[in-house]
Structure formats: C-alpha cells, structure tokens
C-alpha cells in the first residue's frame, strides 16, 4: 500500500516538473548566440537587437541607429551583461523554448520577458556617434 501511494505520488509530480524551465548554462548560451544577431520583442512590440560576437563580445541596439558594445559572462546561473557605458551589470535568465529564445531580466523581475522573434548572420548596422 504504501509502494502504490508513493508511486502515485510520483506520477502526478512528474508532469510539473517535467513543465519547468531550465536556464540556458554559459556553454549552451555561447552555442545557441554565438555569430548571431537576434530580434527581440517584448510585451508585443519591439525591444531591441543584439549581435553576440567570438569571445562573449556583444553589440545592442534599441532599434534607434545607436549601438552599445560589450560583453557577457555566466554568473550564478545567469548571464550578464557590461557594455561600454558602465551601466552594467544587466543580468538575464535565457530559456531555449521551441527553438526561440526567451528572457527573464533579473534587475528587474517585473519587466516583462524578452522573446526573440528573428535570427540573423548579419550584424547590426550602427550609426556613427555624431560630436564625439
């Protein structure tokens, strides 16, 4: 009797956990991104690009012709951001769901996710800063 209860038990644990959400570690990151440009939309409209480049080198752009560059890297199971202008760091949970990223901003767990809605090999196309 006690055998059945467990097994029950177990049965009805194992579809919710089989329902949760594993980050994406550093490596499985770096494979996923890496020589990609990828759109991101959040809350239905469109947040931004990112260009991740060899050695955790990125490019961000809010879709506005300027770009930010910098660079991430894996911290307590989530991953990081520094760019240029030292307004870092900005970290992320990524989830790989059905072949498209999604994000979790983890400054700021009210923000909605990030979901990637385009995949490219070209990198981003950056305005000059004007009057530097």
Do not use: K
Not at 46 to 58: F, K, L
Not at 70 to 90: H, L, Q, V
């Amino acid at each position: 009797m006690v055998l059945l209860r467990l097994a029950l038990t177990l049965l009805i644990a194992l579809p919710a956990a089989a329902q949760e959400r594993v980050p994406l570690d550093a490596e499985a990151f770096a494979e996923r991104v890496t020589g990609r440009t990828l759109t991101y939309r959040s809350g239905g409209a469109p947040y931004g690009m990112e260009h991740y480049g060899p050695d955790r080198q990125v490019t961000w752009s809010f879709l506005d012709g300027r770009c930010l560059n910098g660079e991430w890297y894996p911290n307590a199971g989530a991953i990081c951001f520094a760019y240029e202008d030292g307004t870092g760091p900005e970290c992320w949970r990524f989830y790989d769901e059905a072949g498209r990223i999604v994000a979790e901003f983890l400054n700021d767990p009210a923000q909605p996710q990030i979901y990637e809605t385009g995949d490219s090999e070209t990198p981003l196309s950056c305005q000059p800063e004007v009057g530097v």
